[in-house]
Every structure is written in C-alpha cells, then in structure tokens.
C-alpha cells in the first residue's frame, strides 16, 4: 500500500559538544498514523523530537515535515505542528484559559477565533470547570491535560508529544490516551516519545526502539514481536549461582534459539515449546538446578527491547535510578 509521508528523517545525527545525542537515525512516519519512539532514559528521544519541531539544528544529516525541510523552512513548519514538551513551564498565576489565551496571542490568532478555540479545547480535555482557576493548584494530569491542549490550539496537521503520559496516574493515563486515539480518528498525524512499553504496544501504529541515539529496530508493535520469532520461556531459579552452569548447558541446544541470564534465572527464546520445555526440565535436573518457577509468554515489547539491546527496558530505568 502506497501511504502519503508526513516526516521524513534522512541520516540525522545530532552532537552536543562531541556528545553523540542521536546518530545516522533514518525513519519516516506517514500521514495518520500514530508513530512513537521507544527507549529508556537518555536514549535521545526529545533529541530526535526537538529537532523534527526545529527547536535544535541537525549536526548532519536532515528532517523534512510535509515535505518542508526544517531547518530551510522552519517558519513553515512550525506553522503546521503542534508540541507537547516533556515539562511545559506552567505559571504560577495564570489560570488555565489565561494560559491558552497567552499562547492564542503568541501564535496571532484572531481573538473571536481564539476565543472558540480554546473553549472547545477546554472542553476536549475536560477541563472547563477548573479553567478560571490558577493552573498552579492543578492535579499532574490536569496540567497535562493543559499542556495538550497547549499544543492543539494551533489546529495543527501533526502534534509532537514528548513523554505524554510520564508520571501519570493510571486513570489519567487512560484518559490521555482516549485523547490521542480520538485525535487519531479525526485524521491527525501523532509523533510521539515514551519509556513506557506498555503505552508504545497500545497506542502507536508503528515504532522506533532507540537506543544510546541508535534505532535498534522499527514496525509496528506486532510485527517487531513477530519478528523475534518463537516464544519465551522464563526460568526462576532456586539457586541463583547455577544461573551461568545452566546457560551454558542450554546454548546451542537445537530447540533453544537464544538463552540469556536474567538476575533470577533465564530467558529462553524457543521455537516450539512443546520440544524445548522438556529439554529444559530434563538438563535442570541433570544439573541439579532447582526451579522456583516457570513462566512461558508470547512475546512482548520489553522481548524486542532485549533482542535488540542486550537488555531490559526496565533494568535499563533501574540503571539510572541506582546509579
Ligand atoms: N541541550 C543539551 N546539551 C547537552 N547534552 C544534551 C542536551 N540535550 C540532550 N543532551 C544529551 O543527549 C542525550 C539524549 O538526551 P535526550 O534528552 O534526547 O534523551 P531522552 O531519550 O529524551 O531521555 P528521557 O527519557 O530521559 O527524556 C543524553 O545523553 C543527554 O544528556
Ligand atoms: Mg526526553
């Protein structure tokens, strides 16, 4: 099927002060679709999202948004975007609908249009009660819902949103995604960032798992679980110091595709688990290598993620958290 390209990034590569942020990255996302970039902290996500919205220069390499270059014609494309910042500035003073009244001037709206706009934004995300009130005494999901809607009063073709959901309640999460898939509806292209697998898997039509500024791997969330390609089997351990006698007895087995250590036992990748599972069982226990517990998954993200990285999603946040 032939689709209409919204984004088109060619080679990007973006260095802060002989930092390597983001490197040769080349991706394209197409009209309509809800495009995310997965990866954990530090990866390069916002590096990548804030040179598509022209607020930073590639160091080479180029990015053109409905087919206007971003960095020759960044007034154009800044007239056809929106963006929702990872954190937006919220003032202390101003109410909801100042906010948006403040950027309703910022960006030369007419003020009876404005004025239209952002009562039916306010609408949208729910937040016509507490409007007059000053933002600051706003809930973390109100404000983003704020922010959202920040970046919805331009009516833009295609809106950035950089972490939509970080730190979010579950239920604010819920709603924050009701509100993309329905923007999604009405025909808007979404580009959006996110450390959280679960919100790549339901809500991005296709996706990039970036990783130390390097795409990893790209499709949707099926076919990048398809493309692993078998099922996983997890093994827990009694005894955690038999972790590596294990592996070692494993690899190479003709049923096991791959076996990785994890800090409490193995993840084995199998064709057929009706072949590998008694082969586990069976060099275990001529190993002597008590099981606590098994668990047998069909693939998930956080699978591709370690596929492609060598390591957990999660242990990859925990990474920077400890240390
Ligand atoms: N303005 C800057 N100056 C110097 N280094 C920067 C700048 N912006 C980002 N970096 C570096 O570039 C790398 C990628 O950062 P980026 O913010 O793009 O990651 P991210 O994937 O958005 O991470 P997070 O999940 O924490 O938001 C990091 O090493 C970061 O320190
Ligand atoms: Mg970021």
Known sequence: ????????????????????????????????????????????????????????????????????????????????IGYVPQERAIDRFLTGREHLELLGALYHLPKAEATKRIAELLKLVELEEPADRPAKTYSGGMKRKLDIACGLLPDPKILFLDEPTLGLDVQSRLRIWDYMRMLKARGMTIVMTTNYLDEADQLCDRLAIIDKGVIKALGSPTELKIGLGGDIVSLTLKDQTKIPTLVTALTGQPAMRAVKATPTGLDIRVDSPEKALPAILESANRLDCRLEFIEYHRPRLDDVFIAHTGRSMTESVQDIQTG
């Open 1 to 80: 099927m032939d689709r209409a390209i919204a984004i088109q990034v060619s080679h990007l590569t973006k260095t802060f002060d002989g930092h390597t942020a983001v490197s040769d990255l080349s991706f394209e996302v197409y009209s309509g679709e809800v495009f995310g970039l997965l990866g954990p902290n530090g990866a390069g996500k916002s590096t990548t999202l804030r040179t598509l919205i022209t607020l930073l220069t590639p160091t080479s390499g180029t990015a053109s948004v409905l087919g206007h270059d971003t960095v020759r014609e960044a007034d154009v494309v800044r007239q056809l």
